[in-house]
Each structure stands twice: as structure tokens, then as C-alpha cells.
């Protein structure tokens, strides 16, 4: 048998009343689970987003179910569940989300993964107000680079390492603009 990683894409769109003009923050939350051949769990998007320019941000939060079945061939005993890779954009109202979900030390017989995630076709998620929960999951912010802005400056704000910073982000050429996860 052969330790494998494989790599999960997730990709969402979530539905605002109102066009969004400007995502000023954004977070991306999980809690995974691993049963049987099964890996399942949620992510929960939250942050602030502008209406228009001169407008006060509006909070948001949506959670989005998250389900992979893999093949009986496979055995998960020791399998790790991280977030790989996160993206998003904006279209006037809608909130497209690309998640790319690790599962790593997997061990691995014949077949590939069977079934993943949600099915295609359902309809946009709408986007909910922010609720308090005290579950036990990572969190990673995306921060994207304003005019001044430095390397040590955001370090501080967020209260993280270089490492930290350097583990998710290529952080050799960071101008304005750009967008740099960070890990909570």
C-alpha cells in the first residue's frame, strides 16, 4: 500500500441581498470529521463586505455542508483533513468561493475517489447574519494589501510569525492589491 494525498476542489456560489462593491475582510473556517471512508464537515465563511463606496461593511456569515465519499479501497485511518488552498471573487451579488481541501495520508489500494462533495446543481447558498458558535476549527483570514501596508505591519496586526505568513503566501514581491492568507 502507498500513502497518498489527494486534493478536494469545493467550489460555491453564495447569494447577498445587495451587489457587493468591496469584501474588506473575509474568513475561512472549518471543522472536518473522518468516518469510516467518509470525510464530511463544514466550512463557515464570515467577514465584512462594502454595499458601496462610502458605506459602513456589512457583517456576513454563511456555512457550507462539505462531504467526500472515497472508495472502500481506501484505508482513512490516519487520514489529516487541511484547507490547501482558498480563493474567491465577487460578481455583483454573489460570493464564488474555491476551496481546495487536503486529505493526506491516505493509504491507497485500487480505485480512485468514487463521489465528491455536493451535487452540481443546487441553487446559490443565501447569505445568513453572523451567529456565535464555540466550535473547535481553524481559521484563516485573507488580507488584501492597501497602500503602505508592509510585511511587518500586517505581522503585528494579526499577531503572527513571518513563518506563519510565509507558510500559506509567497511574501518576496507583496504589492497593493494583492491578497495574503492568514492563519488565526
Same mark, same amino acid.
Do not use: W
Given at each position: 500500500?502507498?500513502?497518498?494525498?489527494?486534493?478536494?476542489?469545493?467550489?460555491?456560489? @453564495?447569494?447577498?441581498?445587495? /451587489?457587493?462593491? *468591496?469584501?474588506?475582510?473575509?474568513?475561512?473556517?472549518?471543522?472536518?470529521?473522518? %468516518? $469510516?471512508?467518509?470525510?464530511?464537515?463544514?466550512?463557515?465563511?464570515?467577514?465584512?463586505?462594502?454595499?458601496?463606496?462610502?458605506?459602513?461593511?456589512?457583517?456576513?456569515?454563511?456555512?457550507?455542508?462539505?462531504?467526500?465519499?472515497?472508495?472502500?479501497?481506501?484505508?482513512?485511518?490516519?487520514?489529516?483533513?487541511?484547507?490547501?488552498?482558498?480563493?474567491?471573487?465577487?460578481?455583483?451579488?454573489?460570493?464564488?468561493?474555491? @476551496?481546495?481541501?487536503?486529505? /493526506?495520508?491516505? *493509504?491507497?489500494?485500487?480505485?480512485?475517489?468514487?463521489?465528491?462533495?455536493?451535487? %452540481? $446543481?443546487?441553487?446559490?447558498?443565501?447569505?445568513?447574519?453572523?451567529?456565535?458558535?464555540?466550535?473547535?476549527?481553524?481559521?484563516?483570514?485573507?488580507?488584501?494589501?492597501?497602500?503602505?501596508?508592509?510585511?511587518?505591519?500586517?505581522?503585528?496586526?494579526?499577531?503572527?510569525?513571518?513563518?506563519?505568513?510565509?507558510?500559506?503566501?509567497d511574501i518576496s514581491n507583496i504589492k497593493t492589491g494583492d491578497k495574503i492568507i492568514i492563519?488565526?
Amino acid at each position: 500500500m502507498i500513502n497518498i494525498k489527494k486534493i478536494v476542489p469545493f467550489k460555491k456560489d @453564495i447569494l447577498f441581498d445587495t /451587489d457587493i462593491y *468591496e469584501i474588506t475582510s473575509i474568513s475561512l473556517d472549518h471543522e472536518f470529521k473522518v %468516518e $469510516e471512508n467518509i470525510v464530511s464537515g463544514k466550512f463557515i465563511i464570515s467577514g465584512l463586505y462594502k454595499e458601496a463606496a462610502d458605506k459602513t461593511p456589512v457583517s456576513y456569515k454563511n456555512v457550507l455542508p462539505f462531504s467526500v465519499d472515497f472508495d472502500k479501497s481506501y484505508i482513512m485511518d490516519n487520514a489529516l483533513v487541511d484547507i490547501d488552498d482558498f480563493n474567491y471573487e465577487t460578481d455583483k451579488n454573489i460570493l464564488k468561493v474555491s @476551496i481546495d481541501v487536503s486529505v /493526506d495520508n491516505v *493509504e491507497k489500494g485500487t480505485e480512485e475517489i468514487k463521489r465528491c462533495i455536493e451535487e %452540481e $446543481e443546487t441553487p446559490p447558498k443565501k447569505s445568513e447574519k453572523p451567529a456565535d458558535t464555540d466550535s473547535d476549527y481553524k481559521s484563516y483570514t485573507v488580507y488584501i494589501v492597501r497602500d503602505g501596508d508592509t510585511i511587518e505591519g500586517i505581522m503585528k496586526q494579526y499577531s503572527v510569525t513571518r513563518d506563519e505568513i510565509e507558510e500559506y503566501n509567497d511574501i518576496s514581491n507583496i504589492k497593493t492589491g494583492d491578497k495574503i492568507i492568514i492563519p488565526s
